[in-house]
C-alpha cells in the first residue's frame, strides 16, 4: 500500500461507519426527520469517494500535480446536501426556504466546479478559477449568512440558536478548504500531495461526521423536533 493509499482506507472506514452511526443515532421507530436523513447519507457518499480515490479510479496525473476527480464529485453532491440541511433547520417552517436553499445550492456547484477547473489549469488560468471560486463562496457565505439568518432570528422558538451554532461550525470548517487547496500541491506547494491528503480527510471528518452528529443533536433540542415530517 503506498503512502497515499493509507489516509484514504481511514477514510473510507470512518466515513462507512459515521455514516450508519448518525443514523442509528437519529429518531427510532417510524419518525422520519430531514437531518438525520440528509446527515447519514453525507458520509455515504463520502464513503464511496474515498473507496473510488483509494482504488485509484478517477486519480489523474495532470501535469506535475494528482487531481481526485472522486473528492470534487463528492463535494458537488454532499456540500449542497448540507446546505440545503442548514437552510431547513432555520427555515423548516418558512413557506420561503426554496428561495434560498437554490440560489445556494447554485452558486455552491459552481464553487466546486470551478474548483476543479483551478485544479485542472495551469498558471494564471488556474488562479483566475481559483478566485472565481472564491466568488461562488462568498456568495454562499452571503446567503446564509444574510437572509436566512434575519429571516431565521425572527422565528424564534429556540431555532435562530440552532440555526446560528450550525452556521459558524459549518463556516469556520469550510473556511479552511481553500487555504489547503491555496497552500497545497494544486496551488504554492508548500503542503504535500500525501499532508494535504490527511488534511482534507481532518476536515472531511470534522465537516460531515463530527457536524453531523452534532447538528442533528442541537436539532433534537428544538421543541415540535420529533413530529413527523
Ligand atoms: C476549493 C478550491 C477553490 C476555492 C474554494 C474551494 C472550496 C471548497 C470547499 C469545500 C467544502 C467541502 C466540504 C466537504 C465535505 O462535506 C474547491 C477547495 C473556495 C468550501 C464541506
Avoid at 28 to 41: L, M, N, P
Wanted: hydrophobic letters at 55%.
Amino acid at each position: 500500500m503506498s503512502a497515499i493509499q493509507l489516509p484514504l482506507l481511514i477514510g473510507f472506514a470512518i466515513m462507512a461507519i459515521g455514516s450508519i452511526a448518525i443514523f442509528l443515532h437519529g429518531p427510532k421507530g417510524r419518525e422520519f426527520r430531514h437531518d438525520t436523513q440528509f446527515h447519514s447519507v453525507v458520509p455515504f457518499i463520502a464513503a464511496t469517494a474515498y473507496l473510488a480515490m483509494f482504488l485509484g479510479t478517477g486519480v489523474v496525473e495532470i501535469g506535475a500535480t494528482q487531481t481526485f476527480f472522486p473528492r470534487y464529485a463528492d463535494w458537488a453532491v454532499t456540500t449542497p446536501i448540507l446546505l440545503a440541511g442548514l437552510i431547513l433547520t432555520g427555515l423548516h417552517e418558512h413557506p420561503r426556504h426554496s428561495t434560498f436553499i437554490l440560489p445556494a445550492i447554485i452558486l455552491d456547484v459552481i464553487m466546486i466546479a470551478t474548483g476543479l477547473l483551478a485544479a485542472l489549469s495551469e498558471g494564471d488560468a488556474r488562479w483566475i478559477w481559483f478566485a472565481w471560486s472564491c466568488a461562488a463562496f462568498f456568495g454562499v457565505l452571503f446567503i446564509l449568512w444574510g437572509p436566512v439568518k434575519a429571516i431565521g432570528d425572527n422565528l424564534g422558538g429556540g431555532i435562530e440558536r440552532v440555526y446560528r451554532r450550525n452556521l459558524v461550525f459549518l463556516t469556520a470548517v469550510w473556511l479552511v478548504y481553500p487555504v489547503v487547496f491555496a497552500f497545497g500541491p494544486e496551488g504554492l506547494q508548500s503542503i504535500s500531495t500525501v499532508a494535504s491528503v490527511w488534511i482534507v480527510l481532518a476536515l472531511d471528518v470534522v465537516a460531515k461526521v463530527v457536524y453531523g452528529f452534532v447538528a442533528t443533536a442541537r436539532f433534537n433540542t428544538l421543541p415540535g423536533a420529533h413530529a413527523n415530517e
